[in-house]
């Protein structure tokens, strides 16, 4: 086994393809884009209500899973794009099951949302 040199520039480059799927991932996913959008807003309310940093952190988490989970649904149906390109069960079920995953991790972030601010806009109402 051969370990390769550690160069700034390859880091560097690690980076910038990486920033470039994200983009593309923004570009072409409208799911993407509403869960970039849903992750602005927390991020904004937990600023604005001063949300404990346990708090913040467990939002933060919640959030970041169902982008992560957008992001290899996504490189999981184009990679099944191009080995199967013809209708298959077998390409549908696994198309199925990973925005399965994405809605579920999307039902938890909500849950965790909800459940954190609650509290804070029951405090304003009050």
């Known amino acids: 086994m051969s370990y390769n040199?550690?160069?700034?520039?390859k880091l560097f480059n690690s980076f910038m393809y990486?920033?470039?799927g994200v983009?593309?991932?923004?570009?072409?996913?409208?799911?993407?884009?509403?869960?970039?959008?849903?992750?602005i807003t927390v991020a904004t309310?937990?600023?604005?209500?001063?949300i404990t940093r346990i708090e913040a952190i467990i939002l933060f988490f919640a959030v970041t899973l169902v982008i992560a989970m957008?992001?290899?649904?996504?490189?999981?149906?184009?990679?099944l794009d191009i080995v199967k390109p013809e209708q298959s069960k077998a390409v549908e079920f696994i198309?199925?099951?990973?925005?399965g995953a994405v809605l579920i991790a999307s039902i938890i972030a909500?849950?965790?949302?909800?459940?954190?601010?609650?509290p804070y806009?029951?405090?304003l109402a009050g």
């Open 5 to 9: 040199k550690w160069s700034i520039v």
């Open 18 to 20: 990486a920033s470039r």
């Open 23 to 39: 983009v593309n991932l923004l570009k072409t996913e409208q799911n993407a884009r509403i869960h970039l959008i849903y992750a």
């Open 45 to 50: 309310l937990a600023y604005i209500l001063s």
């Open 70 to 79: 957008e992001i290899i649904n996504t490189a999981i149906e184009k990679l």
């Open 95 to 99: 198309k199925d099951a990973m925005a």
């Open 110 to 118: 909500l849950v965790v949302t909800v459940l954190i601010f609650l």
């Open 121 to 123: 806009f029951d405090k």
